[in-house]
């Protein structure tokens, strides 16, 4: 049973610093391109940054590039998103994703976790 788990979100205040946690199970990490996405209410969701699978290549959104870092551990078999200089704009539920095929921002990812909340004051 694939599975994707994410955790760390939470309250902040601006300017300030989260570190997300994907935990995955079912399936190895190192055989997928992982993502991180965020949908604020009544915005369409975005793709924040992305991994491919040896690490070799990762992609940023505009607003995040210099602010935020995606790595993976595949030892833990974990994804993480580390976000620094938060805005109140980061507001947003967070979502990781894995797909074997499809690597990028966009959104046709096949495994999706339920979300994490961050929220910046």
């Known amino acids: 049973h694939v599975q994707l788990v994410e955790s760390g979100g939470g309250s902040v205040q601006a300017g300030g610093s989260l570190r997300l946690s994907c935990a995955a199970a079912?399936?190895?990490?190192?055989?997928?391109?992982l993502g991180w996405f965020r949908q604020a209410p009544g915005k369409e969701r975005e793709g924040v940054a992305a991994?491919?699978?040896?690490?070799?290549?990762?992609y940023y959104g505009d607003s995040v590039k210099g602010r935020f870092t995606i790595s993976h551990d595949h030892a833990k078999n974990a994804l993480f998103l580390q976000m620094n200089r938060l805005q109140a704009e980061d507001t947003a539920m967070y979502y990781c994703?894995?797909?074997?095929?499809?690597?990028?921002?966009?959104?046709?990812?096949?495994?999706w976790g339920q979300g994490t909340q961050v929220t910046v004051s």
């Open positions: 991994i491919y699978r040896n690490g070799a290549v990762t």
């Open positions: 079912g399936f190895p990490l190192t055989d997928y391109c």
């Open positions: 994703a894995a797909d074997s095929f499809f690597c990028g921002l966009g959104l046709s990812y096949h495994y």
